[in-house]
């Protein structure tokens, strides 16, 4: 009992840090290079955007009329978050317009578009190409206690010269001389290249960025696992979840990455929620494996890749290497369900046999994994807090 107790309380203690959906740190930066300008294009997720441009509003309280404010709050975020230099001095970037997937530069979103997952904004700077590096440093999302990615692309002359994924002690770093550009364009068409990185760099990019997706970025995820692995202590019942949850969620992720199926975030995230409540629930109620519980997992499965996949779209680093991405996401996201897995076990192995497991460790996790799963799916719905 007190060892139930024990992780009652660590829970409740560590769990109001993730009472809300993790964000996705990711932006996409394109930089256009023209022999006397610089425009750069941020497709960001909107949520995060207004988490961090403007923390005091929602989805839900903020009006029409306050659109441009909210406009101007996102390029300074930007022009504060984004460092351009070129030859060691600060581009002073000046925010243009923005706009919504669909729309079209100086359409702003009304408040029904502003939910959706990209926003894009335009900034623009008077430059002078020379003999000289230019360097790109982001620190978005570096306050939401996550580990941002930021990918970068430069493009001259509408064909793209460079690209490269940032996390915050990073940068990238070109020369941009016209005659350095159009050689390195040149090169590029004459070996096939797209002027992305090679497939191995992406696969082993994305099996990192699949695994910190589980740990620590992915409570939801986690707290699902947890609800699988405490189902029961007999390896049997946790394989048949564990297989049908990773074939379930790797079909859906394959498809909408692919552009085949998709659901909104607005639907997949409550529905995320959900799943963890009824699995914890089921833990309490339902002791043997019953048929209906791995198809259950396996209809879970399929939401929850849905929701890796609108990481991957949030990345946006999918075009062009599909299999690649695909891959490397997937292995990474499977080492942080296996890791979870695996720490669970090495906590609870040795009290597995005890008479009261169940009653004193089983039920209450499984009881706070429930209430987690139906805060968040409130919360999800109808945007509280």
Same mark, same amino acid.
């Given at each position: 009992?007190?060892?139930?107790?024990?992780?009652?309380?660590?829970?409740?203690?560590?769990?109001?840090?993730? /009472?809300?959906?993790?964000?996705?740190?990711?932006?996409?930066?394109?930089?256009?290079?023209?022999?006397?300008? /610089?425009?750069?294009?941020?497709?960001?997720?909107?949520?995060?955007?207004?988490?961090?441009?403007?923390?005091?509003?929602?989805?839900?309280?903020?009006?029409?009329?306050?659109?441009?404010?909210?406009?101007?709050?996102?390029?300074?975020?930007?022009?504060?978050?984004?460092?351009?230099?070129?030859?060691?001095?600060?581009?002073?970037?000046?925010?243009?317009?923005?706009?919504?997937?669909?729309?079209?530069?100086?359409?702003?979103?009304?408040?029904?578009?502003?939910?959706?997952?990209?926003?894009?904004?335009?900034?623009?700077?008077?430059?002078?190409?020379?003999?000289?590096?230019?360097?790109?440093?982001?620190?978005?999302?570096?306050?939401?206690?996550?580990?941002?990615?930021?990918?970068?692309?430069?493009?001259?002359?509408?064909?793209?010269?460079?690209?490269?994924?940032? /996390?915050?002690?990073?940068?990238?770093?070109?020369?941009?001389?016209?005659?350095?550009?159009?050689?390195?364009?040149?090169?590029?068409?004459?070996?096939?290249?797209?002027?992305?990185?090679?497939?191995?760099?992406?696969?082993?990019?994305?099996?990192?960025?699949?695994?910190?997706?589980?740990?620590?970025?992915?409570?939801?995820?986690?707290?699902?696992?947890?609800?699988?692995?405490?189902?029961?202590?007999?390896?049997?019942?946790?394989?048949?979840?564990?297989?049908?949850?990773?074939?379930?969620?790797?079909?859906?992720?394959?498809?909408?990455?692919?552009?085949?199926?998709?659901?909104?975030?607005?639907?997949?995230?409550?529905?995320?929620?959900?799943?963890?409540?009824?699995?914890?629930?089921?833990?309490?109620?339902?002791?043997?494996?019953?048929?209906?519980?791995?198809?259950?997992?396996?209809?879970?499965?399929?939401?929850?890749?849905?929701?890796?996949?609108?990481?991957?779209?949030? /990345?946006?680093?999918?075009?062009?290497?599909?299999?690649?991405?695909?891959?490397?996401?997937?292995?990474?996201?499977?080492?942080?369900?296996?890791?979870?897995?695996?720490?669970?076990?090495?906590?609870?192995?040795?009290?597995?046999?005890?008479?009261?497991?169940?009653?004193?460790?089983?039920?209450?996790?499984?009881?706070?994994?429930?209430?987690?799963?139906?805060?968040?799916?409130?919360?999800?719905?109808?945007?509280?807090?």
């Amino acid at each position: 009992t007190r060892i139930g107790m024990a992780l009652l309380s660590l829970g409740l203690f560590v769990s109001p840090i993730y /009472l809300s959906a993790h964000p996705s740190g990711t932006a996409l930066v394109d930089i256009y290079l023209s022999d006397d300008s /610089l425009r750069l294009v941020a497709d960001i997720n909107g949520e995060d955007m207004l988490n961090a441009a403007w923390p005091e509003k929602s989805f839900h309280t903020i009006s029409v009329s306050e659109y441009p404010q909210l406009h101007d709050r996102i390029g300074y975020y930007l022009k504060s978050n984004i460092m351009v230099t070129l030859n060691a001095n600060r581009v002073d970037l000046v925010n243009v317009s923005s706009w919504y997937p669909g729309g079209g530069p100086g359409e702003l979103m009304d408040s029904t578009q502003l939910n959706d997952t990209t926003y894009i904004i335009e900034l623009k700077a008077p430059i002078q190409l020379m003999d000289a590096p230019l360097t790109v440093q982001s620190s978005l999302w570096a306050r939401f206690g996550i580990e941002p990615i930021t990918q970068v692309s430069i493009h001259y002359r509408d064909s793209l010269v460079h690209r490269k994924w940032i /996390l915050l002690e990073d940068k990238v770093s070109l020369n941009v001389h016209p005659d350095t550009l159009a050689a390195v364009l040149e090169a590029r068409r004459a070996a096939g290249s797209d002027g992305g990185p090679p497939s191995s760099e992406i696969i082993s990019r994305f099996i990192y960025l699949g695994f910190i997706h589980i740990i620590p970025e992915g409570m939801d995820h986690i707290l699902f696992v947890l609800g699988l692995f405490f189902f029961s202590t007999a390896l049997g019942p946790l394989l048949i979840q564990v297989t049908a949850f990773t074939i379930a969620h790797s079909i859906t992720l394959a498809l909408a990455v692919w552009g085949v199926f998709s659901l909104p975030g607005s639907i997949v995230e409550p529905l995320i929620a959900l799943s963890i409540a009824v699995v914890g629930i089921e833990n309490i109620f339902f002791r043997r494996m019953r048929a209906w519980r791995w198809l259950l997992v396996f209809g879970f499965g399929l939401i929850h890749g849905l929701g890796f996949a609108g990481v991957l779209k949030d /990345l946006g680093l999918t075009q062009g290497n599909f299999l690649a991405t695909l891959i490397g996401f997937n292995i990474g996201v499977e080492l942080g369900q296996l890791a979870v897995i695996a720490l669970a076990f090495v906590v609870t192995v040795w009290f597995w046999r005890k008479a009261w497991y169940f009653r004193s460790v089983v039920v209450p996790i499984s009881a706070l994994i429930s209430i987690i799963g139906l805060y968040w799916a409130v919360e999800r719905i109808f945007g509280a807090g």
